[in-house]
């Protein structure tokens, strides 16, 4: 089986490199943008960029013409997408941008699976598209509606674009909608990799809102492991959640990260940012019956095992 992963250099994507050869080829395709450094990318895949079974390519999902002749000359079997333009903020700023990455670079992908035949796509999609409600836990049949950010709108679209391919041109389809992922090599913009570096350095670290917000967060080798149960399920369209179904109000969450790495933090409080949701909470008894998915590592292990792997750079 050959696997083709969009985003195969960043977080979850150089994890998923590292599982899915071990079940077959993988062909990683990462345009190492300035997002984070690229020296983090290219670490990311350091230890796998020897494997005879495992070819990366520098190019944009935008580039169509590209992207045919990759997928020309690899032949995949199926294919996950997780390459996006990420985070909130940004995508206010530049809108443009992320219609073009996350909107564009997904019908390039949809086309030329289609047209390579393709067995199976697997979208990453956000706990984002839920924006902000008062019903919890958010479930997969929740109407969606009231986005709060240009990258919850394409991520959104991203969904509708694969439920088109999978009815029209018969490409089976899985959104993902992942909750908070964390762990080793984690996106260093994000809560729980800020924080845990922050606090065991001595630094301050930025809040915004009074910390009341309560986000679900899910540890990497969880949200591996339900990407690869839906790449072996025979599924024509589902959208399906990942998350811990465990929320943690953000002030608690830092109290915890605390007592892991045994130093109070040094706290900086600014208002809420725009875009952001006051709470996540994932639904995940359709993974549960569908994938036979369900998290297994707690979130203070999982912040212990991110302290220790970053303590080694220490």
């Given amino acids: 089986m050959k696997y083709l992963i969009t985003g195969g250099a960043g977080f979850i994507g150089s994890h998923l490199c590292e599982e899915l050869l071990k079940k077959g080829s993988v062909v990683c395709i990462d345009n190492f943008d300035n997002y984070y450094k690229k020296e983090i ?6 230890k796998i960029l020897k494997s005879p079974s495992f070819k990366v390519y520098n190019s944009c999902i935008t580039d169509h013409k590209k992207l045919k002749e990759i997928f020309e000359e690899e032949k995949p079997d199926k294919v996950i997408h997780l390459a996006a333009m990420a985070g909130v903020a940004l995508s206010k700023e530049q809108p443009f941008l992320y219609d073009k990455v996350n909107i564009l670079g997904t019908l390039n992908l ?47 679209i991203g969904e509708v674009l694969c439920y088109h391919y999978s009815t029209v041109h018969e490409i089976p389809s ?11 090599r984690g996106r260093p913009d994000t809560a729980p990799q800020r924080f845990t570096q922050a606090i065991a350095n001595g630094e301050t670290i930025t809040l915004y809102g009074d910390g009341d917000a309560s986000k679900d967060f899910t540890y990497i080798s969880d949200i ?21 179904s465990e929320p943690i109000e ?55 095992k991110t302290h220790e792997y970053y303590k080694g750079f220490q």
């Fill in 41 to 46: 990318k290219e670490k990311n895949i350091s």
């Fill in 110 to 156: 949809l086309e030329l699976s289609k047209e390579y035949n393709i067995k199976k796509f697997i979208f990453a999609s956000s706990s984002a598209v839920y924006g902000e409600r008062k019903e919890i836990p958010f479930k997969e049949t929740d109407q969606i509606g009231h986005l709060a950010s240009q990258y919850a709108s394409t991520k959104r």
């Fill in 174 to 184: 899985i959104c993902l909608r992942l909750f908070g992922a964390y762990g080793p």
């Fill in 224 to 244: 591996i492991s339900g990407i690869i149960s839906a790449l072996d399920r025979d599924l024509t369209f589902e959208i399906i959640n990942l998350g811990s």
């Fill in 250 to 304: 953000l002030k608690d969450f830092i109290s915890l990260i605390e007592e892991v790495v045994g130093k109070k933090a040094i706290i900086k409080k600014l208002p809420s940012l725009s875009g952001d949701v006051s709470k996540t909470y994932a639904d995940i008894k359709k993974a549960k019956e569908i994938l036979d998915w369900e998290p297994k590592i707690s979130l203070k292990e999982g912040i212990a």
